[in-house]
């Protein structure tokens, strides 16, 4: 008999058939809790995003503030508006003095900002609440306001709330308001008991409403020239006016610093009224002839009117050097110290004093001078027009160096003038010693003594040994002197001809036949 063992049934695991390292296993990923606190965070990251719209490590882009006398309720992440808009919103505020100091940022969409911007606290719709800021960008021809920078508090405003409006009228102020519309009503409805004499005839017994309805007879013309001037206190360019309120300010700034001399001014003007009281009577015709001088006066304001475009730009002009006058006149004081003293009479005064007794002789000296400079003249034009170009002239002979002649001239006078420095006892006396030669010469000296055989030897011929024989003399001698013409101007005789014919070649002085042919010159 085999014997057999039977292998296991296999069958599908149940509750008490299974494999307890495959089937108790723990879970693969997260555990339930785990699970629960990431989906609560994610949860949170949302919803923050959902209420902020921004990311908290993100730049805030432009920022600037302003400051505000009153901020009223204006709380953080309050919006900023451009025309409706929501361009930015509030990110700080914070106390400054009595004022509040408001940071704000500004989306790319409401950029640029100027200088001149302004911006206002304005309550939201009702639904909304609280407030917004209506930021008005400035004009394009202002400068462009950097990121960081600030809005001053004379360009910020706060809306008047409601609660404001309904508190300023209080029981008492209410009584008064409505004392003061009575009293408002009884002066235009009554007639006056006791007219004045002296008003106008044509409203003297009028009440005042009645007054009122026939100035207005005069209103349309009056209106004119009240918008005319309102058109003109705008100015021409943008911010004229806002100069003007800027200058007004430093001048009332300037007279409140000068407390004491605007009080004397006050008591002066006092002064000043008092006396044209006194002269009431005169200074009523005075007045009474300002309406024809007006009309007469009309064209001639026109052309005032006229000339102010230019004097107004003559004026921007004129304000570099304006600002710099203090500056000068700092600087030229002590100038002005020394001149002072300058002019003292141990100084200038007594100049003066001395010029006062020359002055006259000087005047007549002046008067005798013109004919020296006609003199000088007449020589000038001598130089110039002949003696000048004389001097220019290159004489052309066998001595030429190729200079003009008036350099040739110096050349000898120096020569000659460090011979004449070689001096005896005979005086200082220009002596050419010959440098000794074959050749015998002789020239004769005019004015001396003859000869006389076996007597006395004469002295009216010098002799010397040259190494050549001389050639000859050069210029020419003339038969006679030139003529000197007295009768012409010299600026009108003609420049002498140094290369014409006298300034050939003339025969020699001295000679070389022992002085028998010597001339004498």
């Known amino acids: ?101 408001v940071t704000f940022s500004v989306d790319d969409e409401g950029l640029p900002l100027h200088t001149d911007a302004t911006i206002t606290i304005r309550p939201r719709l009702f639904l909304e609440g609280n407030f917004f800021l209506d930021l008005r960008p400035g004009s394009p021809s202002a400068p462009v306001l950097e990121d960081g920078a600030s809005i001053p508090v004379t360009q910020t405003a706060t809306a008047v709330q409601l609660d404001q409006l309904l508190t300023s009228l209080q029981k008492p102020d209410r009584e008064n308001l409505a004392r003061l519309l009575d009293g408002y009503g009884s002066a235009l409805d009554d007639k ?15 009440s005042g409403a009645e007054a009122v309805n026939k100035s207005f007879n005069y209103g349309a013309e009056a209106g004119r020239g009240t918008s005319q001037v309102n058109q003109a206190f ?19 700034s300037e007279l409140a610093s000068r407390e004491s001399d605007l009080r004397g001014l006050i008591t002066n003007f006092n002064i000043t009224t008092g006396a044209f009281a ?17 009309e007469q ?56 004093h001395d010029l006062s007794i020359a002055t006259p002789q000087l005047a007549q000296g002046t008067y005798n001078l013109t004919s020296l400079l006609k003199q000088l003249g007449l020589t ?74 076996g007597i006395a030897p004469g002295d009216d011929v010098l002799f010397g040994n040259t190494i050549e024989a001389p050639i000859g003399t050069q210029p020419l001698k003339p038969s006679k002197k030139p003529p000197i013409k007295t009768n012409q101007a010299c600026k009108k005789q003609k420049v002498p001809d140094l290369n014409g014919p006298l300034g050939g070649i003339g025969g020699p002085n001295p000679v070389a036949d022992g002085g028998q042919n010597a001339v004498i010159p």
């Open 234 to 252: 705008l100015g021409e360019q943008a911010g004229d006016l806002r100069g003007l309120i800027d200058a007004t300010g430093r001048v009332f």
């Open 297 to 352: 006066a009309q064209g001639q304001l026109a052309k005032v009117n006229a000339s102010f475009p230019p004097l107004r730009a003559y004026s921007r002009a004129l304000l570099p050097g304006v600002k710099e006058l203090p500056a000068t006149i700092r600087a030229g004081n002590p100038w002005l110290i020394q001149t002072n003293k300058l002019l003292q009479p141990e100084e200038l005064g007594g100049v003066v």
């Open 278 to 294: 006194s002269e009431s009577q005169n200074l009523e015709a005075t007045l009474s002839q300002l309406a024809p001088l007006a």
């Open 192 to 206: 006056p008991t006791n007219p004045d004499p002296t008003q106008d005839p044509e409203v003297r017994d009028l």
């Open 1 to 101: 008999m085999a014997l057999f063992r039977r292998s296991p049934r296999r069958s599908k695991p149940g509750a008490t058939d299974f494999n307890e390292g495959i089937y108790h296993r723990p879970p693969l990923g997260l555990s339930f809790f785990k699970t629960g606190v990431l989906a609560l965070i994610v949860i949170l990251i949302l919803s923050y995003f959902a209420y902020t719209k921004e990311l908290p490590w993100a730049d805030e882009g432009y920022t600037a503030t302003a400051t505000f006398s009153d901020p009223a309720t204006l709380r953080e992440t309050a919006p900023v508006r451009i025309a409706g808009v929501n361009v930015g919103k509030v990110t700080k505020v914070e106390p400054e003095g009595n004022a509040a100091k």
């Open 380 to 453: 000038s034009d001598c130089v110039t027009n002949v003696l000048d170009p004389t001097g220019d002239v290159v004489i052309n002979d066998q001595f030429s160096t190729g200079s003009p002649n008036f350099n040739e001239f110096f050349y000898g006078a120096a020569a000659e003038a460090g011979e004449g420095a070689n001096q005896d006892g005979n005086g200082t006396m220009l002596r050419i010693q010959p440098a000794g030669g074959p050749v015998e010469a002789s020239t004769p000296v005019p004015g001396g003594n003859p000869t006389i055989p």
